[in-house]
């Protein structure tokens, strides 16, 4: 089982920049997909980027493509989010989320939400105008 813990948010302006974390305990995130999600109020929870397991593939939402890159840091057993470029409709919680998929889901790269299990608690991005 696996304890995810992120953080980096904060407020900034629009064109700014943020770097957020997710910092796993209790296993080695390289044995894990990784997603990162977001939900604004009165919204559903989006699907951000995600990373798969075997580390080759990487994803990311239509609205963030060329903004954010998602990568991984196994030495500190942390997954990172950079936010560059951002603009207000960014602001949210954003979430971390990892599941330990089958062998043969190993390679895939999915943002669905209902397919991890394990979450962290979310930190909050603000953009203002």
């Known amino acids: 089982q696996v304890q995810l813990v992120e953080s980096g948010g904060g407020l900034v302006q629009s064109g700014g920049s943020l770097r957020l974390s997710c910092t796993a305990s209790?296993?080695?995130?390289?044995?894990?997909?990784i997603g990162w999600f977001r939900q604004a109020p009165g919204k559903e929870r989006e699907g951000v980027s995600c990373?798969?397991?075997?580390?080759?593939?990487?994803d990311y939402a239509a609205s963030v493509k060329g903004r954010f890159t998602i990568s991984r840091d196994s030495v500190k057993n942390t997954v990172y989010l950079q936010m560059n470029s951002l603009k207000p409709e960014d602001t949210g919680l954003y979430y971390c989320?990892?599941?330990?998929?089958?062998?043969?889901?190993?390679?895939?790269?999915?943002?669905?939400?209902?397919?991890?299990?394990?979450w962290g608690q979310g930190t909050q991005v603000t953009v203002s105008s």
């Open positions: 990373l798969s397991q075997t580390g080759g593939i990487t």
């Open positions: 989320a990892a599941v330990a998929r089958a062998a043969q889901l190993r390679h895939l790269c999915m943002m669905f939400s209902t397919t991890f299990r394990y």
């Open positions: 209790g296993s080695n995130l390289d044995n894990y997909a």
